[in-house]
C-alpha cells in the first residue's frame, strides 16, 4: 500500500518534557533508531527539543523548525521522523516548512514509521487489511493525497466552493473505504473463530507466545515445533499468527502453540486496535508463555510495557502463565540467578532457544500447567 524506497537516510526528533535527563531519553531514541533500521534505513542526525508541551501547530517550536529545514539540507536528510503520535496538519505544516530543505522530504510520526514497518513485513490477506485500515485511520481523508490542501482553501476564502465540496466526497469515500474494509477483516475473524471452536470440540489445547518484540518468540516456536519460521535481529519481523505443533509426551490431547507479533512501548492505539482481533485470537489460549530477552538493559520496562497490555488492554489477567526468560547464553549466572529469586520458580523457566538450553524443562512446566486444565 506504500511505495518504498529504502536505505534512506533519517532525522530523528524528540520532544521532552523540561528536566527530561539525558538517560531518560536515551532508551526512546535507540529505540525509534531500531525502528528506523528495521525499516532499512540509516539514521544522521537527531534533534532534540524540551519544553512544557509541544506546539499545537509545528510540534516542534517554531524556531526549532526553521534549525531542522537547515539540518535536512545540510545532512541531505529523506525522511523525518518523530517520536511521537501528530495530528495530520500537524504532519502537514511539518512537511511545508521541512521542504524548504529537500523538496521530496517525508514527515513521518511514529505510527507512519511503524505503519511502513508493517506494510513491508505483512503477507497475508489479514495483516495487509489491517494495516490498510490502521493507515486510513491515522491519515484521514488526506490519504487521498489532495483532501487536506482542498479543505484550507474551502475555508481560508471564506466560500462553500468546489473545495469544500470536493472534501465532503473525499470524506465519504474515506468513510465509505474504512467500512468496506472493517467488513472484510470482520469475516477473516468469523473464519478463525469457526476453526477455533471446532478444536475446542475436538479437545486441542492452545499456548501461546507473547512477549515485546525481538525478545526471541519465533526462535522459541521455531526450537519448540521443529519449524523453520523466520528469524530476524530486527523489530516486528513477526506479523501474521502462526501455528506449529507442540508435541508433550505426557498429555494426551493435541497441543498447539501460536507465534504473533511482538508488543513495543507506547504502541500506538491506533495500531493496536487495528491488530487486536489478530492478538486476541492468538491470546486466547489454555496457557501463555510471556517470552523476555533476558540480556536486554531496559529488561524491567520492557516486562512491564507486556505484563500491562496483557491485564489492562487485553483484560487477560487471569490466565495461566509462565515467564519465559530467554537468550540465557548471552548473560552471566549472576544475572539469572537474580532473575531466580525474583519470580516464583514453577512459574518460571530458563532457556537459550538458538543453544536449545532449558527447552525440557520448559516442556514441563508446560505440561503441569496443562494437566491442571484436564
Ligand atoms: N543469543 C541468542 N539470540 C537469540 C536467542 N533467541 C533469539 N535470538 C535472536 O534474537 C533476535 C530476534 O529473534 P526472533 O525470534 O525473531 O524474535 P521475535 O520475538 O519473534 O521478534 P519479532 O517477531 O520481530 O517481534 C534474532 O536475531 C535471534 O537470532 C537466544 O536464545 N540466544
Ligand atoms: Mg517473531
Known amino acids: 500500500m506504500f511505495e518504498h524506497n529504502l536505505n534512506k537516510r533519517f532525522l530523528l526528533v524528540g520532544f521532552f518534557p523540561k528536566g527530561f535527563s539525558d538517560d531518560r531519553i536515551m532508551p526512546h531514541l535507540e529505540e ?31 524556531g526549532k523548525a526553521q534549525e531542522i529545514a537547515e539540518k535536512v539540507a545540510a545532512e541531505k536528510i529523506e525522511v523525518v521522523v518523530l517520536n511521537d503520535i501528530l495530528k495530520s496538519g500537524q504532519l502537514y505544516t511539518l512537511e511545508k516548512i521541512w521542504q524548504r ?41 488526506r490519504i487521498y493525497g489532495m483532501g487536506y490542501v482542498l479543505s484550507r482553501q474551502g475555508g481560508g476564502i471564506g466560500t462553500r466552493g468546489i473545495g469544500e465540496t470536493n472534501t465532503e466526497i473525499m470524506k465519504r469515500h474515506w468513510r465509505n473505504e474504512i467500512r468496506l474494509i472493517k467488513g472484510k477483516l470482520a469475516k ?32 522459541l516456536y521455531n526450537a519448540l515445533t521443529g519449524k523453520n519460521k523466520l528469524v530476524e535481529d530486527k523489530l516486528f519481523a513477526t506479523l501474521d499468527s502462526s501455528l506449529g505443533r507442540l508435541y508433550l509426551p505426557e498429555i494426551n490431547h493435541p497441543v498447539l502453540l501460536s507465534d504473533t507479533i511482538g508488543f513495543i512501548s507506547q504502541l500506538p492505539p491506533l495500531l493496536f486496535d487495528s491488530f487486536k482481533s489478530t492478538l486476541m485470537e492468538s491470546l486466547n489460549s489454555d496457557l501463555i508463555l510471556h517470552v523476555i530477552d533476558i540480556s536486554d538493559q531496559y529488561i524491567d520496562s520492557k516486562i512491564k510495557v507486556v505484563e500491562d497490555i496483557l491485564r489492562q488492554d487485553l483484560k487477560l489477567e487471569n490466565r495461566r ?44 512446566r508446560i505440561t503441569q500447567e496443562l494437566k491442571e486444565l484436564l
Open 188 to 219: 477473516i475473524v468469523k473464519d478463525h473463530e469457526t476453526h477455533i471452536g471446532k478444536r475446542k470440540k475436538s479437545g486441542t489445547l492452545s499456548v501461546s507466545l507473547v512477549g515485546y518484540t525481538n525478545s526471541g518468540k519465533t526462535s
Open 101 to 141: 530543505g529537500n523538496l521530496q522530504i517525508k514527515v513521518w510520526d511514529k505510527v507512519g514509521l511503524i505503519l511502513h514497518i508493517f506494510d513491508l513485513h505483512a503477507d497475508t490477506a489479514e495483516s495487509k487489511l489491517q494495516i490498510k485500515l490502521a493507515s486510513f485511520r491515522h491519515m484521514g481523508p
Open 321 to 364: 502463565q509462565i515467564n519465559v526468560f530467554n537468550k540465557t547464553d548471552k548473560v552471566s549466572l549472576e544475572i539469572i540467578k537474580i532473575f531466580k529469586n525474583k519470580y516464583p520458580e514453577e512459574k518460571t523457566c530458563f532457556v537459550s532457544s538458538v543453544k536449545g538450553q532449558g527447552l525440557d524443562i520448559l516442556k514441563q
Open 32 to 62: 525509534l533508531d531500531s525502528l528506523v533500521k528495521t525499516y532499512g534505513g540509516e539514521t544522521v542526525a537527531v534533534s532534540i527539543q524540551r519544553g512544557f508541551q509541544p506546539s499545537r501547530v509545528t510540534y516542534v517550536g517554531s
